[in-house]
């Protein structure tokens, strides 16, 4: 994987609950690492869902390895939120491709 393809900045993230200043918990994210990567492709692409076609954006990024990466976890790029939907590794421990859909939150 060439560093020179590595020119975007995506946040990854992951739920956690928070406590707040009353005692009342909320759910929020929590920045687990702020890596460089590769996009990929932006398409918007037809999922079939039990209720009908859905139309949502698609996007890939490629990173460079790293553990711990789930599908619970989302990834934020250029401020907008997206759901990770698969997780492909690259090689061996070379790279991950995340394939991400817009996430209406």
């Known amino acids: 994987m060439r560093a020179g393809k590595l020119d975007q900045t995506i946040i990854i993230e992951r739920p956690t609950t928070i406590v707040d200043d009353y005692g009342t918990p909320t759910e929020g994210w929590a920045t687990i690492a702020t890596v460089r990567a590769q996009r990929l492709q932006s398409s918007t692409a037809e999922f079939i869902e039990g209720y009908g076609a859905d139309f949502r954006s698609v996007v890939v990024f490629r990173i460079r390895h790293r553990d711990g990466i789930t599908l619970a976890d989302r990834i934020s790029h250029a401020g907008n939120p997206y759901n990770l939907v698969e997780i492909k590794p690259l090689g061996r421990?070379?790279?991950?491709?995340l394939r991400c859909t817009a996430s209406g939150n």
């Open 93 to 97: 421990r070379e790279g991950i491709e």
